[in-house]
């Protein structure tokens, strides 16, 4: 079975492809390591179409640590996969581009204790493929 493509911001996505995002989360504090997973405690995900901030595939503040397409690294590198459901062209424009925008807030053990939160945010585009029922 082929991996699904990695895509990073502003990168374009097939209407109802798999597609894999991958990134580290990076302690507030300016310095600061990465955080390893022993430190995160959650990681929720919300996906939207920009245009009409609707939910996508019921992705919202969804838990994606090691669940529902997410992976967590014991080095902190989180990669999650959003599915052919995920990845759907809604508007009506036949070929067109459509932009979507993932966000994942993480919380985590801070180094001099305590929990704070990280919110991460990618845009990325689905192109409607006049084809794909």
Same mark, same amino acid.
């Given at each position: 079975?082929?991996?699904?493509? %990695? ?5 374009? %996505? ?25 430190? !995160?405690?959650? !990681? ?7 245009? &009409?901030?609707?939910a996508i595939n019921? /992705?919202?503040?969804?838990?994606v640590k090691n ?6 690294? !014991? ?12 990845? !759907? ?19 985590? &053990? ?6 704070? &939160?990280?919110?991460?945010?990618? /845009? ?10």
């Amino acid at each position: 079975m082929p991996e699904p493509m %990695i895509f990073g911001a502003d990168d374009v %996505i097939p209407e109802k492809s798999d597609a894999q995002y991958a990134c580290q989360f990076v302690e507030a504090a300016v310095g600061q390591p990465t955080l390893v997973a022993a430190a !995160i405690l959650t !990681i929720a995900a919300t996906l939207k179409n920009v245009a &009409t901030a609707v939910a996508i595939n019921s /992705r919202t503040a969804q838990d994606v640590k090691n669940v529902n397409g997410g992976s967590l690294a !014991i080095d902190g590198w989180f990669s999650l996969t959003l599915g052919a459901l995920d990845n !759907i062209y809604v508007g009506t424009a036949p070929g067109g581009l459509e932009e979507h925008r993932l966000t994942l807030q993480a919380t985590y &053990t801070r180094t001099g204790g305590g929990t704070g &939160t990280l919110n991460h945010e990618v /845009r990325f585009y689905v192109r409607n493929l006049v084809d794909v029922p």
